[in-house]
């Protein structure tokens, strides 16, 4: 009768509960440990990651190759007072 309901519903909810949480993993491994990724189509969040970009953080790919051109990892910027006068 209508327990016959539960275990499908306990499977939807499992299965609904972990998707949120397995993406957020899949891209902390893509994205230098950022669970989120932005969105490149409004042009105020364009030039917010391009600034992001220019006051970063190296990459461990720059550090590595000691590349000086590359920019840095947007997602782990550094305050004001990394900013050259």
């Known amino acids: 009768m209508w327990w016959t309901i539960l275990p499908p519903m306990g499977i939807m909810a499992v299965v609904y509960g972990l998707a949120e949480p397995g993406i957020r993993a899949i891209n902390r491994l893509s994205k230098d440990n950022n669970p989120y990724s932005r969105n490149f189509n409004n042009p105020l969040m364009l030039r917010g990651f391009k600034r992001d970009l220019s006051y970063s953080k190296p990459t461990f790919w720059t550090k590595l ?21």
């Open 65 to 85: 190759t000691g590349n000086p051109s590359s920019n840095g990892n947007p997602y782990f910027s550094q305050g004001l007072e990394a900013v050259k006068d």
